[in-house]
């Protein structure tokens, strides 16, 4: 793979085939050490159907050829790395398959290749005989293989299926397989080896047990020794050599052509060319969501493309994730983005999780009155929806549609900057003057209420009746600054123009609408002309009426924003 070429569209699929199969591998080998809580004898006789299962030719080769390639294509993955700055569940998740084939080589050296080398019968009970009874130490090695194969297994599967519409209704049970299995599996092997304890104190068992299983001589135990310290040695050497080519790799890579990636703060980050956009915002430690890890099957990592005709256009994988949540043409992902010459990019939700390092300017965090767009949206009919759900599906809901509304926020321009229930605040020109901020959030509006549609006909068969937001808009004078005490500060506005966009975030109920927004909102954003109904109403606190608009085609804002200037 030379420097500017991205992983190969193949190489993931296939390491997730042979990780599947070896998944199912140790689910079965598993289930046969929980056979140990009936008896020794139950666990002897399940050993049989397993055998049938993996121990014949097809079974052995689909096996040992998953596992080659599976961790052949982890260090190819290591290798086209640019950056070992990954968040911490990644980088477990890779120790942890690190560690497994050195680990593999002390058990399957003793059972399966011992038995097809001087045809050594690998009884559960030799074996725990032999590594629970007279050797702890390998008891002990045979428990962290089990950890770490069973755990990197699981966080594989949790990492690959979580984005799946059905996941959050059956994580609650396989989060309870992931954690029983292994738990089940140890008891069954410590029932199993109080037996043999038991049957080993017995005169001649043992003598007996290593005869009648062709237990290996001292001779073939040596080469067995040898054979095991080959293999450790060779997985080891292989990660080792890994890591030393992609160090070479980087560092003549930085003796090409070096582009630059600038931020909205001002930084920018010299790169490779062929690095992606994400592998520069951690290597640089800018802070930058990839919930996914980078593997293009999320959106959280996109990125809004200062216009740049030269980039090449999205692969396949990228861009069905981007026509999933209906992003604009200037619109990318993170890691799938490889620039060939300087860019400008800002990263959209990203501002949403940290939005004083993104978005505000420093002075209006210690409290400044600014000229702003002030958006409250609240999902209708919401406690009714939730009253028949668990917990978890509640909360799974909420972040779908926390994640439809802030993204559009994001995109938009503005900051999402609290969530409340079922309701969202939103803020429009903290960075920008007030005609954009009104233009910015009335597009908002539009795309949230898109979005929010999208994901009701996604759900529609896990949901009562259709989602449903209303939004209210208003625009003045309020003052900016962070709040909150000790770690935990956020972004925030106070003042009557917040009141007042809650008030009519309100009346989309009176009204029967999904937006009503001040007059002011309307004209700001230069859509004074459209002829959208008009309403005085009276707002406490307020001695004179406001003049509000409602906005019951909401379809209709896109296109007359777009003539504005403003898009997403």
């Given at each position: ?98 560690t497994v084939p050195p680990l593999l080589a002390y058990h399957i050296v003793g059972t399966r290749v011992a038995n097809a080398m001087y045809g050594s019968e690998d009884l559960y009970t030799r074996v725990i005989l032999g590594a629970w009874v007279q050797n702890p130490a390998a008891g002990v090695l045979q428990v962290g293989l089990l950890t770490a194969a069973w755990t ?109 990636i600038r931020y909205p703060d001002g930084r920018e980050v010299p790169i490779p060319v062929g690095w992606t956009v994400l592998e520069a915002s951690r290597s640089a430690l800018i802070p930058h969501l990839s919930v996914c890890g980078g593997r293009g099957r999320c959106s959280t990592c996109r990125i809004r493309v200062a216009g740049d005709s030269a980039l090449a256009p ?197 009204y029967g609408c999904d937006l009503v927004v001040s007059e002011l909102v309307s004209k700001r954003a230069g859509l004074g002309h459209i002829d959208f109904p008009h309403h005085d109403i009276t707002v406490r606190n307020r001695e004179a009426p406001l003049t509000v608009v409602i906005i019951d085609e909401v379809r209709r804002l896109a296109g007359h924003l777009a003539v ?5």
């Open positions: 793979m030379t420097s500017n070429q991205p992983v190969r569209p193949w190489v993931r699929p296939v390491r997730l085939g042979c990780g599947l199969l070896l998944f199912a591998y140790l689910f079965t080998h598993f289930a046969n050490h929980a056979f140990g809580l009936v008896s020794l004898h139950a666990m002897e006789e399940a050993r049989h159907s397993f055998l049938a299962l993996w121990r014949n030719p097809l079974g052995e080769t689909a096996l040992l050829g998953a596992l080659v390639v599976h961790w052949w294509l982890g260090l190819w993955l290591i290798y086209g790395r640019r950056t070992l700055r990954m968040p911490v569940w990644e980088a477990t998740q890779i120790i942890l398959g690190l990197h297994g699981c966080m594989g599967l949790h990492y690959w299926l979580r984005f799946r519409t059905w996941y959050g209704r059956v994580f609650p049970v396989l989060l309870a397989f992931f954690v029983l299995m292994p738990v089940l599996a140890l008891l069954g092997i410590a029932e199993a080896a109080r037996e043999v304890s038991v049957l080993a104190r017995q005169p001649e068992f043992v003598a007996r047990l290593l005869t009648e299983t062709r237990a290996p001589s001292s001779a073939q135990t040596v080469t067995l020794a040898q054979l095991r310290d080959g293999l450790v040695t060779i997985a080891w050497a292989l990660l080792a050599a890994t890591l030393v080519a992609r160090i070479v790799r980087e560092q003549l890579s930085w003796r090409h052509l070096t582009i630059r999205p692969a396949p994988q990228e861009l069905a994730v981007l026509q999933r949540i209906g992003a604009g043409p200037d619109v990318r992902l993170a890691c799938q983005l490889r620039p060939t010459r300087d860019l400008a990019v800002t990263p959209l939700l990203s501002a949403i999780g940290a939005v004083a390092s993104n978005r505000a300017p420093r002075e209006a965090l210690g409290g400044r009155e600014r000229q702003i767009a002030v958006l409250f949206a609240d999902l209708r009919g919401f406690t009714k929806i939730a009253e028949n759900k668990l917990p978890y599906d509640v909360v799974f809901l909420l972040n779908r549609y926390f994640e439809a509304v802030g993204s559009a926020v994001a995109e938009a321009g503005g900051i999402a900057n609290q969530y409340t229930g079922d309701g969202v605040m939103a803020l429009f020109g903290v960075s920008t003057n007030i005609e954009t901020a009104c233009r910015q959030a009335l597009l908002a509006s539009s795309v949230m209420i898109r979005r929010v549609e999208e994901l009701s006909r996604e759900l529609e068969d896990e949901l009562p009746a259709p989602l449903r937001i209303g939004i209210g808009i208003h625009a003045g004078a309020a003052v900016v600054g962070e709040i909150g005490y000790a770690d935990t500060h956020y972004l925030t506005a106070v003042g009557d123009t917040v009141n007042t966009a809650s008030r009519l975030e309100a009346l989309t109920k009176q504005a200037g403003t898009t997403i």
